[in-house]
């Protein structure tokens, strides 16, 4: 890819970016915190069962 366009996209993306209001950043923080807390209990469930069933043998 040509370099003098890649920086053209680049600074036409800063451009276009803006900081999200307080409203729009707390939806994304609770979405991000509520994928973490489904990631670790999908986890947590698959280590518990198959620390049942080690421990039943």
């Given at each position: 890819m ?23 950043y ?13 990631v670790g ?17």
């Amino acid at each position: 890819m040509n370099p003098r366009q890649t920086l053209r996209n680049m600074a036409n993306t800063m451009k276009m970016a803006r900081k999200p209001d307080r409203d729009e950043y707390s939806q994304h923080l609770r979405l991000v915190l509520l994928g973490i807390a489904g990631v670790g209990a999908i986890g947590f469930t698959i280590q518990f069962v198959f620390s049942v069933i080690t421990f039943g043998r």
